[in-house]
């Protein structure tokens, strides 16, 4: 059995057209060692093993002069154009994480009801720390009613929309760390109206928040790592004060005339009915 092979077989044995054998023949990349004969170009065993360096190159996007220079150069062994693939194809690896992660995140925003440009997400969070967390969130939470709602609100949510909510919510967490820092109880009644102001923050931009449900978010915010991590982040032991404020102001809107919903005033509570409209 010859060693020796036909340009159709060798085409046929690298997956690659005949035309383009004879192209590298021509240019001096792979030029097969024989000639049969009738003239026919005959390739040995080394020429399929230089052919297969080529294309695995090729593969890898170097251009045919790079190959050319690489290929003949004779101080590189068979093991280091091996090593040297191998690293090119763990940047390539690494090149396609860094694109799936781009895309992930996009889809995680939209997943998550955000509409926002990555821009614009950086204009608004600095990143998309936000997004860090959208596919735990859904796994958790996706069966809620309330995740579908508020999916269908920030979908509609423009990039003010956004500055707005988070300087709300930021105001809230100074106040909140700020009485804390000071000694002030979470049983006080100014940090019992922040905590509220939290519960219609969340009612207001998110989803549907009742003093129920305020009950059953406290909860999370301590019993969630990532969410106690994020406010024990701002000051140290924040979580919790968060979730006796809150606890404190559901509790105070149970007493107030016989349990009716309450909201912050500026004169203390009101009973939700007499909420001023707009």
Not at 22 to 44: E, N
Not at 153 to 167: G, I, M, N, P, V
Request: aromatic share 6%; net charge negative.
């Amino acid at each position: 059995m010859t060693d020796d092979y036909t340009v159709g077989v060798a085409a046929e044995m690298t997956g690659v057209s005949v035309r383009t054998l004879h192209h590298y023949d021509q240019i001096g990349l792979v030029r097969p060692s024989s000639r049969s004969p009738a003239g026919y170009r005959l390739y040995t065993e080394a020429d399929i093993a230089l052919l297969q360096r080529v294309l695995f190159y090729r593969e890898l996007d170097l251009d045919l002069g790079d190959i050319a220079e690489v290929v003949s150069n004779p101080q590189i062994t068979d093991e280091g154009h091996l090593r040297r693939q191998r690293t090119m194809v763990e940047q390539r690896i690494a090149r396609s994480r860094a694109m799936l992660a781009v895309i992930d995140r996009e889809l995680a925003a939209r997943k998550g009801g955000i509409r926002l440009t990555p821009e614009e997400r950086r204009k608004v969070w600095g990143g998309d720390r936000l997004l860090d967390h959208l596919d735990e969130a859904e796994r958790r939470w996706g069966h809620q009613a309330s995740f579908a709602q508020r999916q269908l609100r920030t979908a509609s949510y423009t990039e003010q929309d956004w500055l707005k909510l988070r300087d709300e919510l930021h105001a809230i967490h100074r106040g909140l760390a700020d009485g804390m820092g000071r000694g002030v109880p979470a049983t006080d009644p100014a940090v019992m109206d922040l905590a509220e102001e939290l519960r219609r923050h969340t009612d207001r931009w998110f989803h549907d928040c009742d003093y129920d449900k305020h009950r059953e978010l406290a909860v999370l915010y301590r019993a969630n790592q990532r969410s106690g991590r994020n406010y024990d982040d701002m000051a140290p032991g924040l979580s919790q004060y968060v979730h006796d404020a809150i606890m404190a102001n559901c509790d105070r809107a149970d007493r107030f005339e016989g349990g009716a919903a309450v909201v912050s005033g500026s004169h203390g509570p009101v009973r939700a009915d007499e909420r001023p409209v707009g």
